[in-house]
């Protein structure tokens, strides 16, 4: 059965992309683009709507406040031109947050952690049931699956056919899970900086050139990935003036 998406953003060019990307997804299916958060509220009360692609900067009522006043939240992406909603965003237990200019590789990462969430039989994005928190990472580790607070990892480091986990409190925890898959599964604060390096934007403390310090890690960043991440940055003013 597809999954039948709502995309709500007060430009056109944006409602724009986004349909086009829907509609090449054969997972997806566009029951309505609106303008407004108040003209979507109709669709989301009368409509099953599985996916909801939400801008943050909106008149009238901004997406964040209109993720709080549903009752019965769908799986919600976050477009925005704006960084610094990030955490808050994921207070509100939205899947991904997707920063304008959105290409389709990167809409199509947000699609399949919907996707994944339906085929391993979550509840939480896709029934009427309201939206449980999750602050934790389970990975298997050691022969068992143990957890580890997003709020505490610091980087995620590939090592060969390993990959470690390093928390603020200095806990190395390596696992076979791969690097693409962690990143699946991290919440809109971790960024992947190298292909052997996702890094908690949170836990940043300097970038001088392509090296990025974090506690006492360093991370690289990789040519491919420099300007995207500088972007994000600066957009966050994470590191002041």
């Known amino acids: 059965m597809k999954m039948k998406c709502l995309i709500v953003d007060d430009e056109n060019i944006a409602r724009k992309i986004l349909s086009d990307y829907v509609g090449k997804v054969p997972e997806l299916e566009l029951v309505a683009s609106c303008s407004s958060a108040l003209q979507a509220l109709n669709h989301i009360k009368n409509d099953r709507i599985d996916v909801l692609f939400l801008d943050i900067q909106m008149p009238d009522l901004t997406g964040l406040d209109f993720l709080k006043i549903l009752p019965n939240r769908p799986a919600a ?4 031109a704006y960084s610094e909603y990030a955490v808050q965003s994921y207070e509100l237990d939205v899947v991904d ?12 990462k947000a699609v399949t952690k919907v996707i994944s969430l339906k085929d391993s039989k979550v509840d939480y994005p896709l029934t009427s049931s309201p939206a449980q928190p999750t602050d934790k990472l389970f990975i298997k580790a050691d022969s068992k699956i143990i957890s580890v607070a997003f ?9 060969g056919p390993y990959v470690q986990l390093i928390t603020v409190q200095n806990r190395k925890i390596m696992t076979l899970q791969s690097m693409s898959k962690l990143e699946e599964l991290l919440p809109a604060n971790f960024h992947r900086i190298h292909r052997s390096h996702i890094v ?15 506690k006492d890690q360093i991370a690289v960043v990789s040519k491919n990935k420099r300007d995207e991440f500088l972007k994000l940055i600066d957009r966050n003013n994470l590191l002041g003036d």
Do not use: A
């Open 97 to 108: 947050y997707l920063l304008k200019p959105i290409d389709f590789d990167r809409f199509y």
């Open 151 to 159: 709020k505490d990892i610091i980087v995620i480091n590939g090592q």
């Open 77 to 80: 992406i976050l477009t925005t």
């Open 200 to 214: 908690n934007i949170n836990h940043i403390d300097s970038i001088d050139g392509n090296m990025v310090r974090l």
